[in-house]
């Protein structure tokens, strides 16, 4: 079987009690509670998809149990934070649709990886979560660019529309909060960041995505209704709201990149190099001391950035 069933962790630290509700309820801050956290995504997120696909050959030992990365990923700390039930539909290599453009991952980038609308399918396979549990879920969306890496023609257009696609789906599996987290530049990752043309390239894509993610946050409000507070787009909305029967939140990972860059910030988390990974683009070797690197390696963010993407979100929820 190519595509495994995507790995549940609990994380929550009570014992699991049935779900009586069919909607989100309000905590006593009046933010939404939810039961499940639920992410599709790409090797932002994937903690241990590709890791079983391979039989534990990707990623490469250094990395932190089979993550893209030196530490637990940013939802590990919000399944905790929060405590939910953390369940884990992403891929690395993951593209927004196999059928756009077909995404892998292992060493010889020869392992056929779900995209975003296969992702999806994994929730009826084998059998559908029952709709009162997706309806007390939050859904989060993360993709960062394995369109363009595995197609350089790609149009952000055309991920974003793929991204609405696949979130229309959800919402007719009976969703009903979605958390969208929007790109990076990723003309500034180490693997491009030594060519400015292929970075130029790169950032002229994400520049473009983000554009397109804006028409999106417009057709969503238009469609279902804008969420009264911005900055916490949960508070008070759990679906009672009649004028809102779907809520989208956004996080705008790049502005928190930017803001992990600036000096004041960087010193305070001990960052020295935000230009190279601490794992070589080749793998082939590891930095001493991965602390002082914002990249812990050519495509993936260091455990610190996702430890503060993981505080954000759950500020955000
Ligand atoms: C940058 O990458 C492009 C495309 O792979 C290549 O043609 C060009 O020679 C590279 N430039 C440098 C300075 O390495």
């Avoid at 530490?71 to 290599?93: F, I, Q, T």
């Avoid at 296969?118 to 394995?146: C, E, W």
Wanted: net charge positive; proline share 4%; aromatic share 12%.
């Amino acid at each position: 079987m190519l595509f495994n069933i995507a790995s549940i962790v609990a994380v929550a630290l009570t014992a699991t009690t049935v779900t009586t509700s069919v909607e989100a309820e309000p905590t006593s801050n009046g933010n939404c509670h939810f039961d499940n956290l639920l992410v599709f995504g790409d090797s932002y997120s994937d903690i241990g998809n590709v890791y079983k696909l391979s039989n534990k050959a990707w990623p490469i030992k250094a990395n932190y149990h089979g993550r893209f990365t030196n530490g637990p990923v940013w939802s590990e700390y919000v399944a905790r934070d929060k405590h939910l039930k953390l369940k884990n539909y992403a891929y690395g290599g993951a593209t927004t649709d196999s059928e756009f453009v077909q995404g892998y991952s292992g060493a010889a980038s020869d392992l056929v990886v779900p995209g975003f609308i296969q992702q999806i399918d994994q929730l009826y396979t084998p059998k559908p979560i029952p709709k009162r549990d997706l309806a007390s879920s939050l859904f989060v969306v993360d993709f960062q660019g394995n369109d363009y890496f595995f197609d350089p023609t790609a149009s952000p257009t055309a991920v974003v529309a793929n991204i609405e696609r696949g979130i229309e789906k959800l919402v007719k599996l009976g969703a009903q909060n979605f958390l969208v987290v929007e790109n990076i530049d990723y003309g500034a990752i180490p693997y491009f960041a030594g060519n400015a043309t292929v970075a130029g390239l790169f950032t002229q894509a994400a520049m473009g995505q983000l554009v397109a993610y804006k028409d999106l946050e417009r057709r969503l409000a238009k469609k279902y209704g804008r969420s009264s507070d911005a900055k916490h787009p949960f508070r008070g909305a759990c679906h009672k709201d009649k004028k809102a029967k779907v809520t989208f939140g956004y996080y705008k990972m790049n502005d928190l990149l930017n803001h992990l860059r600036e000096p004041k910030v960087l010193k305070r988390l001990g960052i020295t190099d935000v230009v190279h990974g601490c794992v070589s683009n080749d793998y082939k070797t590891v930095c001493k001391d991965a602390g002082k690197y914002l990249y812990w390696d050519g495509f993936h963010p260091s455990a610190k950035v996702h430890k503060a993407l993981g505080d954000a979100i759950t500020e955000l929820i």
